[in-house]
């Protein structure tokens, strides 16, 4: 499991930068034993109208192309 929340990590570290241009910033909460990743939207995504585009088209789409073993990402509130 380490090897994979690894590689989530680096897959985050690229998508990062485009969050940051618009002031927002995802965290890694957890990957679980289900391949299930989940984040925490912060900065200008916590509140966007477009989180939900920004969480599947970007995020996801991002680190299930570099993990191809996660399922799915989802969002998690504070």
């Given at each position: 499991m380490?090897?994979?929340t690894s590689k989530v990590t680096?897959?985050?570290a690229l998508i990062r930068p485009f969050l940051n241009e618009d002031g927002g910033d995802?965290?890694?909460v957890e990957v679980t034993e289900s391949f299930e990743v989940k984040v925490r939207l912060m900065g200008s995504c916590r509140d966007c109208s477009m989180k939900q585009s920004t969480l599947k088209g970007g995020i996801e789409e991002?680190?299930?192309k570099a993990v191809p073993e996660v399922r799915f990402v989802?969002?998690?509130e504070d």
């Open positions: 380490e090897e994979i680096a897959a985050i995802v965290e890694l991002t680190i299930i989802v969002a998690v």
